[in-house]
């Protein structure tokens, strides 16, 4: 193996940049010519190649986003695509691919080695960390400091005017970022898409807090399926209790911003780790962490959902009586 190519595809997430910076140093290190595929698939089919350097990469471990930018390939959804794109691959010379991102770039990943034996390592990248097989993924552990933050500011406004606020963060099909920054922020309810929460209990949970003279709320909810789900559940609890919730959607700011140092850390121990079972051979994987210790997963064997932590939440509500 003498020459390979990184990509980082989806939406973006902090620490992209540190996994970036790992991948092209590791295989310098390793005397392997490295190449950044810029916009993700789509810059593979057309032909967006960037050889990298040593300076390629320097100060970009502490950027949000990705200096290689990502992009929505439609075109990869069809074999004719695939194929563009295996043939732009080989008319490179590239030996292997290292792939950033989540669910939806494993699986575009894992068609390219089946369908063209394409040398792929994938490395887990969503702030969503709902990929299976990986206790975190990077991005995770900066979009909930983000949100925890916000939501600490919240509470001010909340605890001042003796308000009920319902704050929506990211989570379209996943609620591991609402389950994790519920449980930091002391929510008194988590909606996400993983379990039923009943109104009626989530407002005698209220009125309890209420009756004991506590003045102030604070619900977090899963954006779901449509973002502005967090108004929905308000017009719900003003209709079963008569309590006036105000609604915060945080939105896009989950995504940007500095890595934390965690996550900094883990995209640069996955980086490197990539590019060695590149060179060992591997293919059709992806690096992960688990019980802190790095281990390499079969795509082909990882296309269950990632659970939620069921007995987290169940924390969550012990701990708001």
Known sequence: MKSIA???????????????????????????????????YQGLLDFEFEAMELSSVANIIQKGGTILKT?????????????????????????????I????????????????KIPIVAIPSTIDNDINGTDTTIGFDTAVQNAVEAID???DTAASHDRLFIVEVMGRNSGHIALEVGLACGAESIFAPECKVSIQKVCQNIKRGAARGKKSSIIICAE?????RAYEIAAKIKRHSGFEAKVCILGHIQRGGNPTARGRNLASRLGVESVKVLLEGRR??????????????????????????????????????
């Not at 575009?108 to 080695?113: D, I």
């Open 6 to 40: 990184v990509l980082t595809s989806g939406g973006d997430a902090p620490g992209m940049n540190a996994a970036v910076r790992a991948v092209v140093r590791a295989a310098i290190y390793n005397k392997l010519r490295i190449t950044g595929i810029h916009r993700g």
């Open 71 to 99: 992009a929505r390939c439609k075109d990869f959804y069809k074999a004719s695509g695939r194929k563009h794109a295996a043939e732009n691959f080989k008319k490179a010379g590239f030996d292997g691919l290292i792939v």
């Open 101 to 116: 991102g989540g669910n939806g770039t494993f699986k575009a990943a894992h068609t390219l080695w089946v369908e063209h």
């Open 153 to 155: 500011k919240i509470r």
């Open 224 to 228: 779901g399926d449509t973002p502005g």
């Open 284 to 321: 059709d994987v992806m690096v992960a962490i688990k019980d802190n210790k790095i281990q390499v997963v079969q795509l082909s064997k990882n296309n269950k959902k990632k659970p939620i932590n069921l007995s987290d939440l169940r924390l969550t509500q012990i701990l708001s009586i």
